[in-house]
Every structure is written in structure tokens, then in C-alpha cells.
């Protein structure tokens, strides 16, 4: 096995294990291990360093005999190498080799080796920083992002008590249960945040699963905001870790594991504590929060013997999109059904959207309310819509909407809400208060 007296640690960021290479330059950008590894020892001896070192997959740069070592290795754990770069390498044999690979110098390549590039030694740092930085997968980070948010998930904030005593915390959604025996829970961190190293050296953590009423808390906590403990109500838990009042569920946990993953840590926590309520929790996909109780609200309007109106706020090129009011001369209205006959439904808006020649894509629900002077229940999506055919749909500017001919208050006061939110990029939902025919903001 590697000893551990002879190698050195310096820098932080994405790992860099060096053998027989001074590469210290790298510590500026990255997380830079210098390991002294007895010739003759086994190949499993690395992988126990990397495992000591809490890394899961590391950069690697040899040089001369070292070369052949690093080559092994990373044949023999492809999980664990994500670049691979060989300086003067010495006799290199025959290796299936995933990662990509970079030999300075002369070299003779395996044929198996098909993702090497091959450079004459210059100015070495800099080409070994240029390879190491290089991006690994050919994805756009927008794209992949997007993916993932397709996964509906809840919103937590996740704390810890600094070794100066400060509380620190960030919002999170990867989070997740690992085990019950014993029990076991996991959250991630970026690399780059602020505070990532005093989460990944405290002694535990908490983590926060915020309700549907602390959405202006998971804003603030995912803010760079100093005073985010002044702004909020909490206490010191069990194991010590601050717990925000008002959440649906916490667990107070002792450091349990830290695992390197790519450009964030994984933390794993051993629960000490926990508790929850019947709150319902707060949700979060595709870039919005998503409200339980506003989905209930909608399927109890849709359920009600009052008249159930449902209906869609459209952009099309950055303007609403409205259609005639056939109950008002010189109206207009949103695309909307349940007005007149029986009440609305989702498949019958989407067939008025069809005849009405719009491609529309509806997003979440943005409000649900009873419209005081006609005591029907109102359901309104948001969403975009391409015109096939221009017909009798009217685009109207946000700074110029035509209120006068929109059918009444309760339609105005909905999208002057919108047209102000959407000027931040931050919408809420919104649920109705049938006493006072008013449409208030679930926060």
C-alpha cells in the first residue's frame, strides 16, 4: 500500500493524482495529490489511496517508468480515471483504456489505445492543464439540465454549524434516502459552492424539506445573501444542526461518508434525528416550484357542482395570445372553455387550441380560484403556442393589454399578477379566496 507519510495534498477542485511528476501548478485549479508509491506494490494499492482520499474518480499523470502504472490502473479501474496523461512514458504495453489520453513526448502507442492524443513536450503545465480542463462529455450542460429537471422533486435546505460556530446553508432537491439499517441519507454539493468545505469537514448536517409555505425561504437559501439565519426562524437541533421552523420534515445527521462525484461531493449522513408533520411538502421541476395543495385545489374546483372553467395563459413570440369573446360583442378571452354549456375540461381546452389553429404546450398550473360575480370555479395553466394558422387569434402586447375588453375583474387581476411576474422571471401560483373573490399567492 501506498504510505501515507510520503504523499502530499495541496489545492481543491476536481482531483489530480501525480506519479514520478512534479505538477504542482495544477493546485491553483484543482485538487492535487503527490503519491510516493513503492515500486513492486500492487495496483490495488492506488485504488485504497483514492479510497482513503475519499475520491471515487481522479485525473492521473505519470511520467517515465510511472507511466506504466498509471496505465494499469486505469485499465484495470475505468470507473475511477477520468483522463489519463503520460509524460516520457517508458515501455507501454498493450491496454484497453477508456478515459481519454494524453502522451507528451515519444512514445510507442498501443493499438488499443484509440483516444490518444499525442503531443512533442513544450511547455508541459500548460498543455497538461489545457487537457485536464478539456470538458469530458460532448452534452450541452443547458440540454443535460433540462433533463434532469424533468424529475419532480422536493425542495429541501441543507445546514450544517460551521467550526467557527456560524450556520451555514444552501437549497438543494438531490437529496435522498439511502438506508434504514442503519439510517442512512444523502445530498450533493457543488464543488464551486461557497460553502463546500466547511460542509464537507463539519462533523454533520441537517436537512430541511421545505413546505408548499416556505417557497420566499428556498429563494433566500439559494441566494449569496449573508444574513440568510438573521431573515429566517430556527434552532439548534439534536445532533446541534440547525432546523428551520415551519418545515415539513428534518433529519439531524452525523457525517457519515463523503464520496468525490465528478464536479460536486456527495455527502451521506447517519440520521441521529428526525421529525416530520402533515404538511404538505414543497415541489420542484423543470426550473418552477410545484404546489400540492394548488393541484388539490384544482381537482376539487374540477369536482365541484359550481360550473368548472378551464383555461390557458398563452405567449406566442413574447405576446398573449387572446381569441373573440362570443358572449360579448367586441370581446376578448383567454383560450378558455366551460363559459357557456357544461363545464371546462383539460381534453376540451386542448381541442379548442386545436380548432383555434395553436400548438400549445401547457405548462403548471398558475391559478385556481372562484370568480366572484359568476361563482364559477377557474383553472388556468400557463404555457407557449405556435400560430399554424392566424384565424381569429389576437396577440396582444404585455405592455398594451386591451383590459377594457377582457370579460371581467377576476381575468384582469390574474394576468396583471402575470404580466408582473413574468417581468422577473418568477411566477407563483395562486389559489382563490371564494369569501372575498380575491387570488392571492401561495407562498
Not at 433566500?220 to 446541534?240: H, I, N, V
Not at 361563482?375 to 400560430?387: D, K
Not at 399554424?388 to 375588453?405: C, K, M, N, Q, S
Request: glycine share 10%; hydrophobic share 40%; with cysteine.
Amino acid at each position: 500500500m501506498a504510505d501515507g507519510k510520503r504523499n502530499s495534498e495541496t489545492g481543491q477542485g476536481e482531483a489530480v493524482l501525480l506519479l514520478g511528476h512534479d505538477g504542482r501548478a495544477l493546485a491553483p485549479t484543482h485538487r492535487v495529490i503527490n503519491a510516493d508509491l513503492t515500486a513492486g506494490r500492487p495496483l490495488s494499492a492506488l485504488r485504497h489511496l483514492l479510497d482513503d482520499l475519499g475520491i471515487s474518480a481522479v485525473n492521473i499523470v505519470a511520467r517515465g517508468e510511472a507511466a506504466g502504472t498509471a496505465l494499469a490502473f486505469a485499465a484495470a479501474y475505468p470507473q475511477n480515471v477520468l483522463r489519463l496523461a503520460l509524460i516520457a512514458p517508458h515501455g507501454l504495453t498493450e491496454a484497453t483504456i477508456l478515459c481519454p489520453v494524453l502522451i507528451l513526448g515519444e512514445a510507442e502507442t498501443p493499438k488499443s489505445m484509440p483516444r490518444v492524443r499525442v503531443e512533442r513536450p513544450g511547455v508541459i503545465d500548460a498543455q497538461l492543464a489545457s487537457f485536464i480542463s478539456e470538458r469530458l462529455s460532448s452534452f450541452d450542460n443547458r440540454e443535460l439540465r433540462s433533463a434532469f429537471g424533468s424529475f419532480m422533486t422536493g425542495v429541501t435546505i441543507v445546514t450544517t454549524a460551521g467550526a467557527d460556530g456560524r450556520p451555514r446553508g444552501f437549497t438543494a432537491n438531490s437529496f435522498t434516502s439511502v438506508s434504514l439499517e442503519p439510517p442512512l441519507l444523502m445530498i450533493c454539493i457543488g464543488k464551486h459552492a461557497a460553502s463546500m468545505g466547511v460542509f464537507r469537514h463539519a462533523r454533520g448536517f441537517a436537512v430541511n424539506v421545505l413546505s408548499e409555505a416556505q417557497k420566499d425561504t428556498s429563494v433566500l437559501f439559494a441566494s449569496k445573501r449573508p444574513d440568510k439565519f438573521e431573515a429566517t426562524r430556527w434552532r439548534a437541533g439534536p445532533f446541534g444542526n440547525p432546523l428551520i421552523e415551519g418545515s415539513a420534515a428534518w433529519f439531524d445527521c452525523a457525517r457519515y461518508q463523503v464520496i468525490d462525484a465528478g464536479d460536486h461531493i456527495i455527502l451521506m449522513g447517519h440520521i441521529e434525528a428526525f421529525s416530520y408533520s402533515d404538511a404538505n411538502p414543497l415541489g420542484y421541476a423543470r426550473g418552477h416550484y410545484i404546489t400540492l395543495g394548488l393541484e388539490q385545489a384544482a381537482v376539487n374546483a374540477a369536482s365541484s357542482a359550481s360550473r368548472t372553467v378551464v383555461g390557458a395563459i398563452l405567449e406566442n413570440d413574447n405576446r398573449l395570445v387572446l381569441l373573440p369573446d362570443p358572449s360579448r360583442p367586441g370581446g376578448l378571452a383567454l383560450p378558455e372553455v366551460g363559459r357557456l354549456g357544461s363545464s371546462g375540461s383539460a381534453s376540451q381546452l386542448h381541442e379548442l387550441l386545436r380548432r383555434e389553429g395553436l400548438d400549445a404546450t401547457l405548462g403548471f398550473l398558475f391559478a385556481v380560484f372562484e370568480n366572484p360575480g359568476t361563482r364559477e370555479q377557474c383553472i388556468y395553466y400557463r404555457g407557449e403556442a405556435l400560430l399554424h394558422a392566424r384565424g381569429r387569434t389576437v396577440l396582444a402586447d404585455f405592455e398594451d393589454i386591451p383590459w377594457d375588453r377582457l370579460p371581467d375583474e377576476a381575468t384582469r387581476s390574474m394576468l396583471r399578477r402575470y404580466a408582473a411576474e413574468r417581468k422577473i422571471g418568477r411566477f407563483k401560483v395562486y389559489s382563490g379566496d371564494h369569501r372575498q373573490g380575491t387570488v392571492k399567492a401561495v407562498d
